[in-house]
């Protein structure tokens, strides 16, 4: 008989971190699992760590380098269970992270995603508040989570270590879109969230360490990154059967991603183009992010020179 969860885990030189996630994996409450660790090209020597864990739980697969995406899609393929969890491999899950998403679960098991609250370790170090904060609008019966109103106000209330899915809802979506370098989780969450609303527990259930190295928010080409989530974005909401709120919090999604994108490119010097670009998406940005655009513009264009001068 099939376990009830696969924990999938994707390895990509992590070495200093992957043995804190196994810990917290095989520390569960409910220990109905099996935990895929797909090790995606790795050349630090994460595997061997893994491979050293005698848990008949543990399953350690290799492939060649191909990215964060499809080393999650790859693991929700050999996975048995109904419901796929995630973790980062320098990321953990508290003790009850699973007996969390076990009650979400028998609560609604016709939802497509189960998800808790998660807490932050800052670069420094040190704890930050939990992402439960500012979702009180959204939260509706005694479980759901309209996910598409938090993210329009760019409210996080879960991410990917923090997240369990319904197999076949995740098979029937496509899994994670490959194309994308940012947002393909964030994405893949508003698409199985469309299909049913998120079930949603304010517990902590998961830590989020920003202070661990290599973080793919690190990555180089990140106003590039984040417009094509937007184009992605427009492409979804102008497909979707939408009601007049849902179609205003994609606005304010889409908007607020372009103003990140355009922002990011501003501060590399690119003027010219982050101005074409404004034209170019000119209807899909709200007033207020237009505004502030035009006066980091100004700003740049006031200040470039000068800046340049006391540099040389």
Known sequence: MPPRFSVVIPLYNKRAHIER????VLAQTVGDFELLVIDDGSTDGGGEIVKAHTDPRLRLVSQANQGVSAAR???VALATAPYVAFLDADDEWKPDFLAEITRLIDASPGSAIFATAYEKISPNGKSQQSSAHDIEQATFGEVFLDFLDCIGRDVHPFYTSSVCVSRSAFL????????????????LWLTLSLRSPA?????VGATYHREAENRALNQSGRSEKFLSFVRKLIITSDNATLSEKQRNDFKGLISFNLYRSLTTLLR????????????????????????????????YALLGPVLHIWHN
């Open 172 to 187: 029937a979506v496509g899994g994670f879109d490959r194309s994308l370098q940012i947002g393909e989780d964030e994405y």
């Open 268 to 299: 590399s010097g690119e003027k010219d183009q982050t101005r074409q670009l404004m034209v170019d998406f000119s209807e899909f940005l709200l007033p207020e992010h237009k505004r502030k655009l035009i006066r980091k513009i100004l700003k």
């Open 21 to 24: 996630a196994l810990d917290s």
């Open 73 to 75: 899609n790859n693991g």
């Open 199 to 203: 079930c949603f527990s304010r517990k």
